[in-house]
């Protein structure tokens, strides 16, 4: 019975493979366009995977002939079924993780946990089908060879089924693995250096091309390049096994394989109630990860010992096990911590050059700890039960190759997600919510000056109609590297496009207007500068519970509050409190800060000498300790929490990609490269309204100073 419950595993890891599969295939695919572009890249996928499968069993069949007429028939047949068990679990994991996408790209917009649990999804069906089809068809050879083929040496046997799934890995590893970076590195090239577009921006034909090879070479290669591993594990195993322990070694190594699937289910569930929890994705991987690794520990001390009297075999495998596990945590680190900063730094101080020199030196950094724990584990298991002993090292670390494969896949299934969100016009906001607003990508050139036009606004969802309290308009120079700010006050008496005049936030209130909101309030600004609308291309609006959680993602500003600041409204929805005094403020305090109008001056007030006061500069100290906090590098570790804040809280129609690109372009930037604007106007009273008016004319010399774009 103990040989056949690993089998058992096998096939409930094909099941639970199969129930992932219609889960993801019954989830809704999103707009037309999502699925006209995943559709391409599904059928590119299939077809470079079909044309390479044409090539490479020209030369299966070759071969086994060739095993065929010098070893055994039977052995050339074995080859063949490892060929084909290796094919299979490339080609549904590559079919899943190409419909995974688009789905993951749909449930972005729900969330981030949702997203998660459709991109982990698919991935589990790479790893799940990988390990169940190794499993079986291992198990099915040495079986067969025992109780029909007593002709043929069962360790000749699974050795011939091994080599077949080697004679794939080959193949798929370096063949997708080729065409991978070729459209990879094309697509860059093409994008990035000649056209400066983003990366998978639409407009670049190669773009397909890459997605594709996300698919052929990280799904499909490194699936037929671990199942090679895993069955080689096994393998090697089973014949030094013989030589330590007989016949009962096969018994052995084949539960030891089938506890590890057992452990690596456990471990998928984990992660994937993780992700319904809405944990960090990277900790809910990590959970999936760690669970498996200690399942299995504890199962495989019991299984080790009622083989053995002792513990010897028992270390051999967590000696593997862990280091295995020691070495995936090593990656993570050199891949998304520290060390990825420094070469970050190095591109923006030194250029090319010092970027490829600090890349390099990393990457030989990360190998050495590996290293240095594989040569310890080698001893350490060598010492304990001999050249038996190392292959059971090697079983142990691919014995969650369950869990690890599927973290694995999860990669490029949520790379091609991003890329189909980018190709599909979806804005940052897609990270959380679908933006209303978007109604296509429109190009950026962070080589030329462009505007911005922030907007705050006091509704909680983005349904609501709401009001815009804050207006800046934000002019950005890449030349001068100098942003330029114009506050406008809320009340301020322009004349509305198609609605005469009346106080600017009330071009946001579609409650008020019908055609109310961002357009209306672009037409709006640009109309009082005397520009083009065109001219203010991008919008952002955060409400004040977004502007509170990104105040806190960064860690809060620091503010010389310069009076005491109290007030509660009577209905209990406002209250402010806060003392004067250079102070860090969290995020509800620094909404109470921007928020105050209840002193002399109010919204906005001038002085003698034209000096800007009230709540419009208040707003302006406040957009300065942002950047100065933004710079702390402190916040470099949380860009993951901060860019989720932010996605959550921010409606715009600027892409991640382009987000991206301002960043590093204006990434010097510090308060004192602001330039402020003062808003030339007076507060006055008309028909018993209070209303900042402006001065018309002194307006458009500042829109046609400041923020003129078109000629």
């Given at each position: 019975?103990?040989?056949?419950?690993?089998?058992?595993?096998?096939?409930?890891?094909l099941?639970?493979?199969?129930?992932?599969?219609?889960?993801?295939?019954?989830r809704?695919?999103?707009?037309?366009?999502?699925?006209?572009?995943?559709?391409?890249?599904?059928?590119?996928?299939?077809?470079?995977?079909?044309?390479?499968?044409?090539?490479?069993?020209?030369?299966?069949?070759?071969?086994?002939i060739?095993?065929?007429?010098?070893?055994?028939?039977?052995?050339?047949?074995?080859?063949?079924?490892?060929?084909?068990?290796?094919?299979?679990?490339?080609?549904?994991?590559?079919?899943?993780?190409?419909?995974?996408?688009?789905?993951?790209?749909?449930?972005?917009?729900?969330?981030?946990g949702?997203?998660?649990?459709?991109?982990?999804?698919?991935?589990?069906?790479?790893?799940?089908?990988?390990?169940?089809?190794?499993?079986?068809?291992?198990?099915l050879?040495?079986?067969?060879?025992?109780?029909f083929?007593?002709?043929?040496?069962?360790?000749?046997?699974?050795?011939?089924?091994s080599?077949?799934?080697?004679?794939?890995?080959?193949?798929?590893?370096?063949?997708?693995?080729?065409?991978?970076?070729?459209?990879?590195?094309?697509?860059?090239?093409?994008?990035?250096?000649?056209?400066?577009?983003?990366?998978?921006?639409?407009?670049?034909?190669?773009?397909?091309?890459?997605?594709?090879?996300?698919?052929?070479?990280?799904?499909?290669?490194?699936g037929?390049?671990?199942?090679?591993?895993?069955?080689?594990?096994?393998?090697?195993?089973?014949?030094?096994?013989?030589?330590?322990?007989?016949?009962?070694?096969?018994?052995?190594?084949?539960?030891?394989?089938?506890?590890?699937?057992?452990?690596?289910?456990?471990?998928v569930?984990s992660?994937?109630?993780?992700?319904?929890?809405?944990?960090?994705?990277?900790?809910?991987?990590?959970?999936?990860?760690?669970?498996?690794?200690?399942?299995?520990?504890?199962?495989?001390?019991?299984?080790?010992?009622?083989?053995?009297?002792?513990?010897?075999?028992?270390?051999?495998?967590?000696?593997?096990?862990?280091?295995?596990?020691?070495?995936?945590?090593?990656?993570?680190?050199?891949?998304?911590?520290?060390?990825?900063?420094e070469?970050?730094?190095?591109?923006?101080?030194?250029?090319?050059?010092?970027?490829?020199?600090?890349?390099?030196?990393?990457?030989?950094?990360?190998?050495?700890?590996?290293?240095?724990?594989?040569?310890?584990?080698?001893?350490?298991?060598?010492?304990?039960?001999?050249?038996?002993?190392?292959?059971?090292?090697?079983?142990?670390?691919?014995?969650?190759?369950?869990?690890?494969?599927?973290?694995?896949?999860?990669?490029?299934?949520?790379?091609?997600?991003?890329?189909?969100?980018?190709?599909?016009?979806?804005?940052?906001k897609?990270?959380?919510?679908?933006?209303?607003?978007?109604?296509?990508e429109?190009?950026?050139?962070?080589?030329?000056?462009?505007?911005?036009?922030?907007?705050?606004?006091?509704?909680?969802?983005?349904?609501?109609?709401?009001?815009?309290?804050?207006?800046?308009?934000?002019?950005?120079?890449?030349?001068?590297?100098?942003?330029?700010?114009?506050?406008?006050?809320?009340?301020?008496?322009?004349?509305?496009?198609?609605?005469?005049?009346?106080?600017?936030?009330?071009?946001?209130?579609?409650?008020?207007?019908?055609?109310?909101?961002?357009?209306?309030?672009?037409?709006?600004?640009?109309?009082?500068?005397?520009?083009?609308?065109?001219d203010?291309?991008?919008?952002?609006?955060?409400?004040?519970?977004?502007?509170?959680?990104?105040?806190?993602?960064?860690?809060?500003?620091?503010?010389?509050?310069?009076?005491?600041?109290?007030?509660?409204?009577?209905?209990?929805?406002?209250?402010?409190?806060?003392?004067?005094?250079?102070?860090?403020?969290?995020?509800?305090?620094?909404?109470?800060?921007a928020?105050?109008?209840?002193?002399?001056?109010?919204?906005?007030?001038?002085?003698?000498?034209?000096?800007?006061?009230?709540?419009?500069?208040?707003?302006?100290?406040?957009?300065?300790?942002?950047?100065?906090?933004?710079?702390?590098?402190?916040?470099?570790?949380?860009?993951?929490?901060?860019?989720?804040?932010?996605?959550?809280?921010?409606?715009?129609?600027?892409?991640?990609?382009?987000?991206?690109?301002?960043?590093?372009t204006?990434?010097?930037?510090?308060?004192?490269d602001?330039?402020?604007?003062?808003?030339?106007?007076?507060?006055?009273?008309?028909?018993?309204?209070?209303?900042v008016?402006?001065?018309?004319?002194?307006?458009?010399?500042i829109?046609?100073?400041?923020?003129?774009?078109?000629?």
């Amino acid at each position: 019975m103990g040989i056949w419950l690993a089998g058992i595993f096998g096939v409930l890891s094909l099941v639970v493979a199969i129930i992932l599969s219609i889960s993801i295939l019954r989830r809704d695919q999103g707009t037309e366009r999502m699925k006209k572009i995943a559709k391409a890249i599904q059928d590119g996928a299939l077809a470079f995977l079909l044309e390479e499968y044409k090539t490479m069993y020209i030369w299966v069949i070759i071969f086994a002939i060739v095993i065929g007429v010098v070893i055994s028939p039977y052995v050339a047949l074995f080859f063949i079924l490892g060929t084909i068990f290796s094919t299979l679990s490339g080609f549904f994991g590559m079919y899943i993780a190409t419909r995974a996408s688009v789905r993951t790209t749909n449930a972005a917009t729900k969330s981030t946990g949702e997203a998660l649990f459709v991109a982990f999804s698919g991935g589990s069906v790479m790893g799940l089908t990988v390990t169940g089809l190794g499993i079986i068809g291992s198990l099915l050879t040495y079986v067969i060879t025992v109780k029909f083929l007593p002709q043929v040496s069962p360790l000749v046997a699974v050795t011939g089924y091994s080599i077949g799934a080697s004679f794939v890995a080959l193949f798929a590893r370096v063949g997708g693995g080729i065409y991978t970076k070729a459209a990879d590195v094309g697509a860059d090239l093409v994008g990035k250096i000649e056209a400066g577009i983003p990366e998978d921006d639409p407009r670049n034909p190669a773009v397909i091309a890459d997605n594709v090879g996300d698919n052929v070479g990280d799904i499909a290669g490194m699936g037929a390049d671990l199942y090679e591993s895993y069955v080689g594990s096994i393998t090697a195993a089973i014949i030094l096994g013989m030589l330590a322990l007989g016949s009962n070694a096969s018994t052995y190594i084949y539960l030891i394989t089938g506890y590890g699937i057992l452990s690596s289910l456990i471990g998928v569930v984990s992660s994937l109630i993780a992700s319904k929890l809405n944990i960090h994705p990277q900790k809910a991987l990590n959970i999936g990860s760690v669970t498996a690794n200690i399942v299995a520990i504890v199962i495989f001390f019991f299984v080790s010992k009622g083989i053995q009297n002792g513990i010897n075999y028992f270390v051999a495998i967590i000696t593997g096990l862990l280091i295995g596990l020691a070495i995936g945590f090593i990656t993570q680190y050199y891949t998304s911590s520290k060390p990825i900063v420094e070469i970050a730094k190095s591109a923006s101080e030194g250029g090319a050059a010092t970027t490829i020199l600090s890349g390099m030196a990393v990457g030989m950094e990360s190998t050495f700890i590996p290293l240095v724990l594989i040569a310890l584990g080698i001893i350490i298991a060598y010492r304990f039960s001999g050249l038996f002993g190392i292959a059971l090292a090697g079983l142990g670390m691919l014995s969650t190759l369950g869990i690890s494969l599927s973290v694995d896949a999860y990669g490029p299934i949520a790379d091609n997600a991003g890329g189909i969100a980018e190709m599909s016009h979806l804005t940052a906001k897609n990270l959380s919510l679908i933006n209303e607003h978007s109604k296509g990508e429109i190009p950026l050139d962070t080589s030329k000056p462009t505007n911005i036009l922030l907007l705050g606004t006091d509704r909680r969802t983005k349904n609501e109609a709401g009001r815009s309290d804050v207006m800046i308009l934000v002019h950005l120079d890449p030349t001068t590297k100098k942003i330029t700010l114009l506050s406008i006050p809320r009340d301020s008496r322009v004349l509305i496009p198609g609605h005469g005049y009346d106080k600017i936030n009330a071009a946001f209130n579609s409650d008020y207007f019908e055609d109310g909101g961002v357009e209306l309030s672009i037409k709006t600004v640009a109309n009082l500068l005397g520009i083009d609308s065109k001219d203010i291309p991008y919008y952002a609006i955060v409400n004040f519970d977004g502007f509170a959680k990104v105040i806190d993602a960064i860690g809060g500003v620091t503010i010389d509050v310069k009076e005491p600041m109290h007030y509660h409204s009577w209905a209990g929805d406002v209250k402010i409190d806060l003392n004067p005094g250079v102070q860090h403020l969290d995020g509800i305090k620094a909404l109470e800060y921007a928020r105050f109008r209840y002193d002399a001056w109010g919204d906005f007030g001038v002085d003698s000498e034209g000096n800007v006061h009230g709540r419009v500069e208040r707003q302006q100290e406040l957009i300065k300790a942002i950047i100065d906090q933004t710079k702390d590098i402190r916040n470099i570790f949380k860009l993951p929490q901060i860019a989720q804040e932010i996605g959550n809280a921010v409606d715009t129609n600027l892409t991640v990609a382009q987000i991206t690109k301002l960043g590093l372009t204006y990434k010097d930037i510090t308060s004192k490269d602001l330039q402020i604007v003062n808003f030339p106007g007076v507060p006055d009273m008309i028909d018993g309204i209070s209303y900042v008016v402006p001065d018309y004319d002194k307006l458009k010399e500042i829109g046609q100073t400041y923020f003129k774009l078109s000629k």
